[in-house]
């Protein structure tokens, strides 16, 4: 095997999932292919999440010696804090009416959440561009989040390209002078953008202003 391809396969293995015995899960992070009956699927493990979902299926109904795989989402942090998104909604409305961003971070030895501004190269009602926080060893990116100005929340082409690589959650703030501003939230794993349905009530409750601004 030539050097370059023993070196990209070890960067993303590919394990078959045994028929007569469960798949150990991923204990160190990082990705892997897994080989099942039921198509490929990646696998993805920060120190804040574990995520298995389907990316192929076989196109022809041949029988292969593998066992099935399960898409499985494991949040090993817990919930998102909703006074953090609280926090993020001021430093958007703060902005208006340009865009702004932060991070939220999770710190696996300190077991806590906390809000991380971003360095802003510039800014204006339609675009943002920032440089990325650099983290401690036992940080990691949970979610990235961004406002919209007074636009509604959504994902845009160009949220798509910046969102391909990361795992991560990724949260824009829409319609951000109203009373209960607008919110759109997904799951980013590789390629893998899943739009997520329902935001929880309380990040509602915590970005609402008491009064709209002006």
């Given at each position: 095997m030539h050097p370059m391809d023993r070196t990209?396969?070890?960067s993303l293995p590919t394990v078959m999932a045994p028929r007569f015995a469960e798949l150990s899960p991923l204990e160190a992070n990082g990705e892997r292919l897994i080989a099942a009956a039921n198509g490929?699927?990646?696998?993805?493990?920060?120190?804040w999440i574990r995520i298995v979902r389907r990316i192929a299926e076989y196109r022809v109904p041949?029988?292969?010696?593998?066992?099935a795989v399960e898409e499985t989402t494991d949040l090993l942090c817990g919930r998102i804090p909703a006074d953090l998104v609280g926090d993020f909604a001021k430093l958007a409305a703060d902005a208006m009416p340009n865009e702004v961003g932060a991070w939220i971070v999770w710190n696996s030895e300190g077991t806590r959440f906390s809000l991380v501004p971003v360095k802003i190269l510039s800014h204006g009602p339609g675009h943002l561009d920032y440089e990325r926080p650099k983290l401690a060893p036992a940080e990691s990116l949970v979610m990235d989040l961004h406002s919209h100005g007074r636009l509604p929340a959504f994902f845009s082409t160009t949220d798509n390209a910046d969102d391909r690589y990361d795992v991560k959650?990724?949260?824009?703030?829409g319609n951000c002078t109203?009373?209960?501003p607008s919110m759109a939230l997904r799951l980013c794993a590789k390629g893998i953008l899943e739009e997520v349905e329902r935001i929880p009530a309380e990040w509602y409750r915590a970005a609402r202003r008491?009064?709209?601004a002006v």
């Amino acid at each position: 095997m030539h050097p370059m391809d023993r070196t990209l396969q070890q960067s993303l293995p590919t394990v078959m999932a045994p028929r007569f015995a469960e798949l150990s899960p991923l204990e160190a992070n990082g990705e892997r292919l897994i080989a099942a009956a039921n198509g490929i699927f990646l696998e993805a493990r920060r120190p804040w999440i574990r995520i298995v979902r389907r990316i192929a299926e076989y196109r022809v109904p041949t029988d292969v010696p593998y066992g099935a795989v399960e898409e499985t989402t494991d949040l090993l942090c817990g919930r998102i804090p909703a006074d953090l998104v609280g926090d993020f909604a001021k430093l958007a409305a703060d902005a208006m009416p340009n865009e702004v961003g932060a991070w939220i971070v999770w710190n696996s030895e300190g077991t806590r959440f906390s809000l991380v501004p971003v360095k802003i190269l510039s800014h204006g009602p339609g675009h943002l561009d920032y440089e990325r926080p650099k983290l401690a060893p036992a940080e990691s990116l949970v979610m990235d989040l961004h406002s919209h100005g007074r636009l509604p929340a959504f994902f845009s082409t160009t949220d798509n390209a910046d969102d391909r690589y990361d795992v991560k959650f990724a949260f824009v703030l829409g319609n951000c002078t109203a009373a209960t501003p607008s919110m759109a939230l997904r799951l980013c794993a590789k390629g893998i953008l899943e739009e997520v349905e329902r935001i929880p009530a309380e990040w509602y409750r915590a970005a609402r202003r008491e009064e709209p601004a002006v």
